[in-house]
């Protein structure tokens, strides 16, 4: 679908206007701002409301959700740019991959086979229906169309729409209850680097900031008189998301006919990021880059991405199937939450708590969703999490790409073997990372 100039830039005039809507009710009303809960959905769920779906008093942009995808390909890039494998930390790394994994293989087996039995239930249901839970979920709005082309193509229509409303949920479930598991986590003192918060700073956290608390999104690296350094960051972004895009255009007719897949594009950005990368850093170019300025660029897009996610929920479609959706939603959000929070606390010996949040936000969304939590509980990028989300990113992409597609067709030729062989590489992931982590499960109690 094509778009006018005119039409994007009233799409992103009705997301500027209900983000400040979203912000202004958000911190007039107090619980919200208690529970960490962000504009962007206050804002995104008043303007569901009162768009077509519910109210009827406004319309909202037809250019809206086609924001999503390419958003959601910048804040891949920008959290990906500028980061040093160390072997240092392979470690942490080990750990982080082990959980990751779990929570792809578990969410896709226990998941699925709750959805193979509603499907027993409720007939009309596509076949396949719920596989598309964990894609949304761990891939978020971009990843959904791809494997609802999967499926749609072995005769399992209307999967693509199931797919953006459980992307949705996921964002908005893992915002929620990961911003009050934050909450808790602050509170009990899990969080290793907010013990040394000041009560008061976070009371007065309201409105405007205190200037004491004022801090800048960012540092000047050229002179802003040949080029503003905020344009400039981004065109770095732009452009090495440029280069990853163009690797993959170049490699992916290979893939697809030697190894019958191919990788989706969105993730461009994290390939581009770690060629690049080392090169700039070769060429001692790195001093041009401000990794402060990247983090506020995808923290400014993912506020846009949560917005427009939240206004565009398909009310008919949740409202015909949503016993469904609600029981897979649940059952997806309480796996996820089990794994993240509770294998890290076993086998992370490092940051286990921030280790946590970033993979609960991931696999309920996008990995901008993770970030946005692991902020909440590392407010100054003190943990290891900022590197190890990247490397975990490279590793984890290719696997994916290799394990998604084969669980889309077990799950339309199929129904129930993808949740079998889902189930039992979870069971064999945890089993081998408790063997590998034995020491730090010894100490965390058995």
């Not at 087996?109 to 039995?117: E, S």
């Not at 009309?124 to 193509?153: C, D, E, R």
């Amino acid at each position: 679908m094509e778009f006018s100039i005119a039409s994007l830039l009233d799409a992103f005039l009705f997301l500027s206007i209900f983000l400040l809507v979203g912000y202004i009710i958000r911190e007039a009303v107090k619980i919200l701002g208690k529970i960490y809960l962000p504009a962007s959905v206050v804002g995104g769920l008043i303007a569901l409301i009162l768009g077509p779906q519910v109210l009827g008093l406004i319309e909202v942009p037809t250019a809206l959700g086609a924001l999503i995808d390419p958003l959601t390909c910048i804040v891949f890039t920008c959290l990906s740019w500028g980061f040093t494998i160390t072997l240092g930390k392979l470690r942490a790394y080990a750990d982080f991959l082990c959980v990751n994994l779990t929570l792809m293989v578990a969410q896709i087996g226990i998941g699925c086979g709750v959805g193979v039995l509603l499907w027993k239930i409720w007939p009309m249901l596509p076949k396949g229906w719920s596989y598309i839970m964990p894609v949304a979920f761990m891939g978020g709005h971009s990843t959904v169309p791809i494997y609802g082309n999967i499926l749609a193509g072995y005769g399992s229509e209307g999967i693509t729409d199931f797919g953006l409303v459980f992307a949705t949920i996921g964002l908005v479930s893992g915002i929620v209850f990961g911003t009050v598991m934050c909450n808790i986590g602050i509170r009990k003192g899990w969080a290793a680097y907010m013990r040394n918060a000041s009560t008061d700073a976070v009371k007065s956290a309201r409105f405007a900031l205190p200037e004491k608390l004022r801090q800048p999104i960012g540092m000047t690296r050229v002179n802003n008189v040949a080029v503003n350094n905020l344009v400039f960051q981004f065109a770095i972004v732009c452009t090495v998301y440029l280069i990853g895009r163009g690797i993959l255009r170049l490699f992916n007719p290979w893939f697809s006919s030697f190894l019958g897949f191919t990788i989706s594009e969105s993730l461009g950005g994290i390939f581009g990021a770690f060629i690049v990368w080392p090169i700039v850093c070769k060429l001692k170019l790195d001093k041009y880059v401000d990794k402060p300025t990247d983090s506020s660029i995808a923290g400014a897009l993912v506020d846009l991405i949560v917005l427009a996610a939240c206004a565009t929920i398909n009310l008919t479609l949740v409202a015909t199937f949503w016993l469904p959706i609600v029981i897979v939603s649940v059952v997806g959000v309480a796996v996820t939450a089990m794994v993240a929070y509770g294998l890290s606390y076993r086998i992370c010996k490092v940051d286990w708590f921030e280790k946590a949040s970033y993979l609960f936000g991931l696999a309920t969304g996008v990995a901008a969703t993770g970030m946005a939590l692991l902020r909440e509980v590392d407010p100054e990028n003190e943990s290891c999490v900022y590197e190890v989300r990247g490397i975990g990113s490279a590793i984890i992409a290719p696997i994916n790409s290799i394990l998604l597609p084969t669980f889309a067709i077990m799950a339309v030729q199929a129904p129930g073997r993808e949740a079998v062989v889902g189930t039992i590489l979870a069971v064999i992931i945890i089993a081998v990372s408790v063997i590998i982590f034995r020491n730090v499960v010894k100490q965390r109690g058995s």
